[in-house]
T-cell receptor
Framework: KQEVTQIPAALSVPEGENLVLNCSFT??????LQWFRQDPGKGLTSLLLIQSSQREQTSGRLNASLDKSSGRSTLYIAASQPGDSATYLCAVRRDTGGFKTIFGAGTRLFVKA | DAGVIQSPRHEVTEMGQEVTLRCKPI?????LFWYRQTMMRGLELLIY????????DSGMPEDRFSAKMPNASFSTLKIQPSEPRDSAVYFC?????????????FGPGTRLTVL
């Protein structure tokens, strides 16, 4: 059974700091891994999607890496801003059994001005 | 495109009543997902459809829950009868594997409160 764990559960950093959010999964048979952002009371917004054959994806100040063999992904945020404050969730889509998507519990990020 | 549309945005009902949540996916997307989010259990996949056909409903908590997708542009999630423990935010999402993108686009959610 696929389990997705995110560490830390919460993080508070000063503005301008670079930071790393971690995601681990127990079954390496994944189709892809996706990072989302969720603002309070809102839906999820996709940030980056990494296919199982890829090692990383970049979008602006965000960089996501994937190491399938070790069951890990990281989301790197450069030069953090108060507007980055949100909950970040990672989700893995299975490669077998019908492409089921499993979410982690998320990391709540607060960037202080 | 307007994105994934869900209605209603908020629903307050009494225990035992029937609740119907609605979703319109992004045009051209052939996958549709229903999720439930609670503080205790996080985001859980309830069921998903591919080309209007239910593929995996193993996340549906019990027989009180049912979902349909009569056509490519509409899906419903029904709870009958509703119970207080069903209170949660229900999200609908859609995606397509065309071009191997598979990015899931989420709707704004329906906040359900069962009294």
């Amino acid at each position: 059974k696929q389990e997705v764990t995110q560490i830390p559960a919460a993080l508070s950093v000063p503005e301008g700091e670079n930071l790393v959010l971690n995601c681990s999964f127990t079954d390496s048979a994944i189709y892809n891994l996706q990072w989302f952002r969720q603002d309070p009371g809102k839906g999820l917004t996709s940030l980056l999607l990494i296919q199982s054959s890829q090692r990383e994806q970049t979008s602006g100040r965000l960089n996501a890496s994937l190491d399938k063999s070790s069951g890990r992904s990281t989301l790197y945020i450069a030069a953090s801003q108060p507007g980055d404050s949100a909950t970040y969730l990672c989700a893995v889509r299975r490669d077998t059994g019908g492409f089921k998507t499993i979410f982690g519990a998320g990391t709540r990020l607060f960037v202080k001005a | 495109d307007a994105g994934v549309i869900q209605s209603p945005r908020h629903e307050v009902t009494e225990m035992g009543q029937e609740v119907t949540l609605r979703c319109k996916p992004i045009s051209g997307h052939d996958y549709l997902f229903w999720y439930r989010q609670t503080m205790m259990r996080g985001l859980e996949l309830l069921i998903y459809f591919n080309n209007n056909v239910p593929i995996d409903d193993s996340g549906m908590p019990e027989d009180r829950f049912s979902a349909k997708m009569p056509n490519a542009s509409f899906s419903t999630l029904k709870i009958q009868p509703s119970e207080p423990r069903d209170s949660a935010v229900y999200f609908c999402a859609s995606s397509t594997l065309a071009g191997r993108s598979d990015t899931q686009y989420f709707g704004p959610g329906t906040r359900l409160t069962v009294l």
